[in-house]
């Protein structure tokens, strides 16, 4: 648990921009020339200001960096303590070419302060950002100048996308999935949404992208994709798609254990079905690690059942292009193989 007191999950940046895995520039790169200014290192060498920990925790892994704001002629400033960790690095950070700590910060606390889910702001603001470019959308649609790396327009764009002046924004407002479906230009093929909702910060590979889709709450953190790729990657040459199809499965039912226990998914290896019964014990709960199984599996199913009836199908969530054109720590991943594994995922939740 070191890794999340010290320097935080922005410790990913560095390792995750190594192996090409960090998104960057809407994913048309999947490492950054300015990883470095934007690390976990450079947070705490250049703007933590402290670390605070959820109720009854030991860890302090919320790590909060000090901005400082001009508001009047003068040398009229302020402060503010904004949290920072991997994903809002990610998504208002190498996803919209900011190149230092500070502007991160002022992207984060704009975002915040209106209101917004950071992953789907940063995302859409980095689609929107390479739809300019393209033609795909015009200047009277975003009201502002929008380029990579540049803070002025995304701060104001942040603003409209809260408070949505025109069309555009309101459309645009609700999600990439929902926006580029309605659209005939293309746009779809590099808008970063799985299953309906924005990408996280990780390009690892083909079980990131299913488990995106498949994901029973729309996170990445329902079974945890981009961790299976990690663990799997050494095997890559003989991976098959049903194996992984088990493994996205396997994760999702143990972690319904956690989330159903509000057990931090950040101490899940610390928390092995063991320890948790140990602990529920505690409180004259006595289960054993089988049982605890059976539940979460009853639990999922529960869920698969619910998503069904308000009509979720896998097919109606297809791939953007984007996620086969730029190289991930697996090379090119290919569609196909990801077809595969959503296929087999399909055929084996029937059987839980």
């Known amino acids: 648990m070191a890794k999340y007191h010290e320097l935080g999950t922005p410790k990913n940046v560095l390792p995750l921009n190594k192996i090409n895995a960090l998104p960057s520039y809407n994913l048309k790169q999947s490492n950054y020339e300015y990883a470095d200014k934007i690390s976990g290192e450079a947070f705490a060498e250049e ?51 900011m190149k230092n700590t500070s502007d991160v910060l002022n992207l984060i606390n704009e975002t915040e302060e209106v209101g917004l889910d950071a992953i789907s702001c940063g995302v859409i603001l980095g689609f929107m950002t ?85 994901g029973i709450r729309h996170s990445h953190l329902d079974n945890a994709g981009y961790s299976i790729d990690q663990k799997l990657l050494k095997d890559a040459a003989q991976l098959s798609a049903k194996t992984v199809a088990e493994k996205i499965i396997e994760e999702e039912v143990i972690r319904s254990v956690y989330t159903s226990l509000v057990i931090c998914l950040f101490a899940r290896e ?57 190289p991930s720590p697996y090379g090119l991943i290919k569609r196909e193989f990801t077809d595969e594994i959503l296929k087999h995922y399909g055929e084996l939740i029937k059987n839980i």
Do not use: W
Not at 81 to 92: I, R
């Open 47 to 97: 703007v933590l200001a402290r670390k605070v920990s959820c109720s009854g925790c030991p860890i302090g892994c919320v790590h909060v960096g000090g901005l400082r704001k001009l508001f009047d002629a003068g040398y009229e400033y302020e402060y503010a303590g904004v949290s920072y960790d991997h994903e809002l690095v990610f998504s208002l950070g190498s996803q919209v070419g």
């Open 130 to 214: 390479e739809a300019l470019v393209r033609g795909d959308i015009k200047i009277t649609d975003t009201l502002v100048e929008l380029n990579f790396g540049e803070t002025a327009g995304y701060l104001a764009a942040i603003r409209h996308l809260a408070s949505p002046p025109n069309d555009f924004y309101r459309e645009i407002g609700r999600g990439l999935y929902n926006y580029t479906r309605k659209k005939a230009d293309g746009s779809h093929d590099y808008a970063l949404h799985l299953g309906g909702l924005e990408m996280a910060g990780y390009f690892m590979g083909p079980a990131h992208l299913a488990g995106g889709v498949t």
């Open 270 to 326: 610390v928390y092995d079905l063991e320890t948790v019964c140990r602990a529920l014990a505690a409180l004259d709960i006595h289960k054993t690690p089988d049982e605890l199984k059976a539940a979460s599996s009853k639990i999922l199913k529960v869920k698969l059942e619910l998503r069904e009836k308000m009509g979720f199908k896998l097919e109606n969530f297809p791939l953007s292009e984007r996620y086969f054109e730029t």
